[in-house]
T-cell receptor, first 118, second 113 residues
Framework: DTGVSQDPRHKITKRGQNVTFRCDPI?????LYWYRQTLGQGPEFLTY????????KSRLLSDRFSAERPKGSFSTLEIQRTEQGDSAMYLC????????????????FGAGSRLTVL | QKEVEQNSGPLSVPEGAIASLNCTYS??????FFWYRQYSGKSPELIMS????GDKEDGRFTAQLNKASQYVSLLIRDSQPSDSATYLC?????????????FGPGTSLSVIP
């Protein structure tokens, strides 16, 4: 297993354009999380999935953000009509099933997708 | 009140000293607590997890949990320059959403040779 993969690693776009990020989690992990991180801040929770079900979406997110995880495998995060304030590192993480003592909520992160909105 | 708070940095300690990092959380029913390390330009990686009150040791790292005080700490003994990084406290198992994992803002640690 190669870990959590994210693509693209870096995206530069103009304000108003749409962008989509992809995340491939570790194959046996059933939970998948998206976070946004800006310089000097901790990862900010965006949304998470258990299998194909999106269980929660941050109230901080506008309707311009949408995430999917069809068939409970890879996930996509789309940002519509990007704004300069969307510039950040978008981190994907996954975690295995099971009990907490077995590491059920221990996150393995991908390398991230850095978005720059001009 | 933020869900997870950490002592503001940056924290500087000399090589060989003990570094102490602190974290408080707001949801009393939180179940699981984690410390992640993030090097500059890299993604977070897990250092330790703790689920029960008391201390948990792993090499030079000791995590301490006090659920009554809603407080988690990380001690790094014999600090090395390679420990210089941002340390993120994370909490899970909250009343509002059991599997959501929330991170604090992080504390930047610098170990001076």
């Amino acid at each position: 297993d190669t870990g959590v993969s994210q693509d693209p690693r870096h995206k530069i776009t103009k304000r108003g354009q749409n962008v989509t990020f992809r995340c491939d989690p570790i194959s046996e992990h059933n939970r998948l999380y998206w976070y946004r991180q800006t310089l000097g801040q901790g990862p900010e929770f965006l949304t998470y999935f258990q299998n194909e079900a999106q269980l929660e979406k941050s109230r901080l997110l506008s309707d311009r953000f949408s995430a999917e995880r069809p068939k409970g495998s890879f996930s996509t995060l789309e940002i519509q009509r990007t704004e300069q304030g969307d510039s950040a590192m978008y981190l994907c993480a996954s975690s295995p099933p099971g009990t907490k003592e077995a590491g059920a909520n221990v996150l393995t992160f991908g390398a991230g997708s850095r978005l720059t909105v001009l | 009140q933020k869900e997870v708070e950490q002592n503001s940095g940056p924290l500087s300690v000399p090589e060989g000293a003990i570094a102490s990092l602190n974290c408080t959380y707001s949801d009393r029913v939180s179940q699981s607590f984690f410390w992640y390390r993030q090097y500059s330009g890299k993604s977070p990686e897990l250092i330790m997890s703790i689920y029960s009150n008391g201390d948990k040791e792993d090499g030079r790292f000791t995590a301490q949990l006090n659920k009554a005080s809603q407080y988690v700490s990380l001690l790094i003994r014999d600090s090395q320059p390679s420990d210089s990084a941002t340390y993120l406290c994370a909490v899970n198992g909250m009343k509002t959403s059991y599997d959501k994992v929330i991170f604090g803002p992080g504390t930047s640690l610098s170990v001076i040779p």
